[in-house]
Every structure is written in C-alpha cells, then in structure tokens.
C-alpha cells in the first residue's frame, strides 16, 4: 500500500475502525479498534426517558435515540440507527462494485466513489494522471460546497428563518443544476472511472456566482443574534477523536487534505479552516468558510485543469493484492480498504464520516437542554444511511 504500512502498534491520530482494523494517520493495525462507549444511566430522583424518533419531526432519517432527562437537561443518551443496510461486493468486478459504492449516500457519492478508485488504484499500483488528480479535486470541492450549503440549511431551517433558508435551498439546486451540466448527474453519478473523470469542466467558474450569493447570506447571518444565540455554547466538543468541520471548530489542524499526499491540494494554495468555538457555532463557521475556501480552489483550477487528456491504460492483477486510501469528505474522514484479484472485487471495507460523528454528538449534547438539540445535531453533518451499511 502506497498510502499506509501495516504496523503493530498506532501512529499518529487515531482515526476510526475500518471493518476489522484501526486505522491511524498513517498506518493501519490489526489492533481491535472497538471502543466502549457505554454511558451508566442517571437514576437521580425524578429522573426519567424520554424516546425521540424513529420518525420525528426534524430527523431526516431513521433513528432512534434514548435520553434520560430530569425535566429539561439531558442527563444521557443512546442512539440506535434504523437504516441497517448489507451491500454486496465481494465477487464482483470493481466496475459494478463501483455502481453500488457511489450510490450508498448519493450527497457524499464523490467522497465514497474516489476513496474507493483510490483504494483499488493503490492496489493495482496505478499512478494517476495528474489532470485526473485535479478533476477530483474539483469534484471533491464542488460537493464540499453543496453539503455544507444544506447543513447551514438546515441549521436556519431549525431556527425558523424560513428566508435565508429558502435562499441556501435555491443555491443548492443551482449547485447540483452545475453539476449536472458538468458531469451529467446530478450526483455525479458515472462520473469517475479508473484514473479517468467524465466531466466537462468549462462552466465550472460559475461556481463562483453561487458563493458571491453564500456571501451575503452568511454575512448576514453572522450578524443575527436570534440565530447566533441558538449556537453558541450549544455541544460544544473538544476531543482529539473528532474528525472533519466538528475537529477544525475546536481549533485542531486535522485535514486529510493535507495529511495526505494522494491529491495535490498543496499545488493549489489549500489553506485549512479553523475556529477556536468548538461548539455548534463553531461548526458553523467552519462550513461557512470552507465553502469560500474551496470556490478560491476551484477558481485556481479553471486555469490548470484541461479537458482532452488521455487516460492510461490499466492492467488487471493476477495476484490478490490490497489499497487503502483516505479522503476529506464534507463531514470529515472516509476511507476504503479493498482487496482485488483478477479484476475482482474479494474484500471491501468501509470507514465512514457519519459513524464518527455520531459518537462526537453523543458526546457533545450530554448537559444540553433538548430545546437546542435540532441545532447541535444539523451542526454535525450525520448521515444515518451510511452509518448503517456493512459492506460484504
């Protein structure tokens, strides 16, 4: 593996377990990576549970969460995921594994698709095309940007401010409306291949106009105590197993972006983006500026990126051989390890954003009062669908 060593023992941050391995900053261990994180229940006197979900207003998606409560305070909480989902890979050649894996979260499709062509490039020992490095990069950014316009979305959705909400919804279909011109889909659905991207990339500086328009709404928002106030000291998480937005608002450094040098983000002046809030707030922050961020980012590579290169020729592998790869997704970390024989698909597993997340939350909202809940919960970008999903 080009990216990560085999080690005995972690080096490094500590990022997740990934199937049957933990995985570190730099290396993967067959170290079990199990964490307990089993809270004692309060039994104070006049303590009782109260069930939020399955299917609640403000949840998006199915889950269930226990909290024990004295009245107000959330005194503890456990969270049980609905959305269990077995996906078949194993058996499978890469390209129709490829269709399964871009769509088991179709808002973070480029995320899972490229870390997991990075995986089996790794494995097939394939250097990639520099102008496929870019795309990537481009494609990366331009869902970095729509996902952290929905989160903020949703965090003036929960606040009843039903203008700038409607106005970050307009931006969002004007985003995927790009994307579609770009690449097809979209979702990008089809769009990456084996060190080769399907895009056409010529339009892509009217990104530009959408995030002048994010401008003024999250100056304006800045600038709203009604909203502010719902945020600030709201789960606020200072924990150095944190990863993505919910990491880089406690003011840690933590990017794959830059920890990594599987795509060239140096070359085009990534800068990270950090707040010293660590709580919803923060978060918020953060989103906000990272979308600027990247549409600077996408501005560079209008210059760089070209549309008629060619694609290297692949060979398919006769020995079993294996790939990891890691990369910065809207919410954080995601990762793919992969084993390929003969083309074939034997062993895939899957280290996502949202499995961690939702252990930064349930850490966060501890000592909270419930009506700040829907704020905290929108700040961390979770999504149930890819919590639930055991790859076989």
Not at 74 to 100: C, F, H, M, Q
Not at 238 to 259: F, K, M, Q, T
Not at 283 to 307: A, C, N, P, Q
Not at 344 to 368: D, E, H, I
């Amino acid at each position: 593996m080009k990216y990560y060593k085999w080690s005995d023992k972690g080096e490094g941050r500590k990022i997740g377990k990934i199937g049957n391995y933990c995985l570190y900053d730099k290396v993967i261990t067959e170290e079990t990576c199990e964490e307990i994180n089993i809270s004692p229940d309060v039994k104070n006197y006049g303590t009782f549970k109260f069930v939020y979900g399955p299917s609640a207003g403000g949840l998006l998606e199915s889950i269930k969460f226990d909290i024990t409560t004295d009245g107000e305070r959330i005194l503890n909480i456990n969270s049980i995921p609905y959305k269990i989902r077995k996906i078949k890979v194993t058996g499978l050649s890469w390209e129709d594994a490829l269709l399964k894996i871009e769509r088991i979260n179709a808002p973070f499709s480029v995320s899972h698709t490229i870390a997991f062509l990075l995986a089996l490039e790794d494995a097939m020992d394939i250097e990639q095309d520099y102008q496929t490095q870019l795309k990537r990069i481009a494609l990366l950014e331009l869902e970095r940007i729509r996902n952290h316009l929905f989160v903020i979305a949703r965090l003036t959705e929960t606040a009843s401010l039903n203008v700038p909400t409607f106005h970050l919804l307009y931006l969002i279909e004007e985003t995927n409306r790009l994307i579609g011109k770009l690449c097809g889909h979209r979702y990008f659905f089809g769009a990456n291949y084996i060190n080769k991207v399907n895009c056409n990339f010529e339009k892509l500086f009217k990104i530009l106009d959408i995030v002048k328009e994010f401008r003024l709404i999250f100056e304006g928002l800045l600038e709203s105590r009604i909203f502010i106030d719902r945020l600030q000291q709201n789960g606020i998480l200072r924990d150095r197993d944190s990863i993505g937005p919910a990491a880089r608002a406690a003011g840690l450094g933590y990017d794959a972006r830059l920890e990594l040098n599987i795509l060239p983000y140096k070359e085009i002046g990534f800068k990270i983006v950090r707040a010293e809030d660590a709580d919803a707030f923060g978060r918020f922050l953060v989103r906000g500026y990272e979308i600027i961020e990247s549409s600077k980012m996408l501005m560079e590579l209008t210059d760089i990126i070209k549309d008629n290169t060619s694609t290297k020729e692949y060979k398919a592998i006769n020995d079993e051989e294996e790939g990891l790869a890691r990369v910065e997704s809207p919410s954080g970390d995601l990762a793919y390890y992969v084993k390929i024989k003969e083309g074939r698909v034997t062993s895939a597993q899957l280290l996502s954003p949202s499995y961690v997340n939702l252990k930064s939350f349930m850490k966060s909202v501890k000592g909270t009062i419930f009506t700040d809940f829907q704020f905290n919960w929108e700040s961390f970008g979770i999504w149930i669908s890819e919590i639930g999903v055991n790859l076989e």
